[in-house]
């Protein structure tokens, strides 16, 4: 349950908190006190440029070349 808050030995009580956060964060919204979060949102996605994803795609080719290369050598 909830592998993205934590896999390490603390982790329930990590999760633990986050599990009272978001039931708080629901308690406070029915009482008006909080507005409502819509996650789905288009404008709150996040949208990489295609200059990025390839610099990023060229770094890790380049590291495995220089890897495979050090090997070979």
């Known amino acids: 349950m909830l592998p993205h808050v934590s896999t390490s030995q603390d982790g329930f009580l990590r999760k633990s908190y986050f599990i009272g956060y ?23 996605k996040r949208m990489d440029m295609a200059g990025s994803l390839l610099s990023l ?4 080719l ?6 495979d290369l050090m090997k070979n050598l």
């Open 22 to 44: 978001m039931i708080n964060r629901l308690i406070q919204a029915n009482l008006g006190n909080y507005k409502e979060d819509d996650r789905d949102y288009y404008g709150k």
């Open 57 to 60: 795609l060229f770094k890790q």
């Open 62 to 67: 380049f590291n495995q070349f220089t890897q």
